[in-house]
Nanobody, 123 residues
Framework: QVQLVESGGGLVQPGGSLRLSCAAS????????MSWYRQAPGKQRELVAT???????SYADSVKGRFTISRDNVKNTVYLQMNDLKPEDTAVYLC?????????????????WGQGTQVTVSS
């Protein structure tokens, strides 16, 4: 099993910045892709950014140029630096991690979700 612990959310004024963290711990052989999603009230969950093992990053059009995803493969942690925040960025942000487990007979890929952290952008 793997536990994901998120931190860094909060209340910020428009134009401000926040940095989210999501640390994975537990029975980990290695980690494949790491992503951030967000879900605003009454809206579908949206993919915000993904970073591969090789640190190739991709972003939703709505956050390109403002958000930066990064990862620390030693700490098994993914970060989301959010700059120039807007009220429409208000949502619960959740990390999503794909983890390889050594099951003995082989390697198995499983996915996990964080518990979510609230980001509120308001004046």
């Amino acid at each position: 099993q793997v536990q994901l612990v998120e931190s860094g959310g909060g209340l910020v004024q428009p134009g401000g910045s926040l940095r989210l963290s999501c640390a994975a711990s537990g029975s980990i052989f290695s980690i494949k892709d790491m992503s951030w999603y967000r879900q605003a009230p009454g809206k579908q969950r949206e993919l915000v950014a993904t970073i591969t093992t090789g640190r190739t990053a991709s972003y939703a059009d709505s956050v390109k140029g403002r958000f930066t995803i990064s990862r620390d493969n030693v700490k098994n942690t993914v970060y989301l630096q959010m700059n120039d925040l807007k009220p429409e960025d208000t949502a619960v942000y959740l990390c999503y991690v794909e983890v390889f487990h050594d099951t003995g007979p082989g390697i198995e890929l499983r996915d996990y979700w964080g518990q979510g952290t609230q980001v509120t952008v308001s004046s």
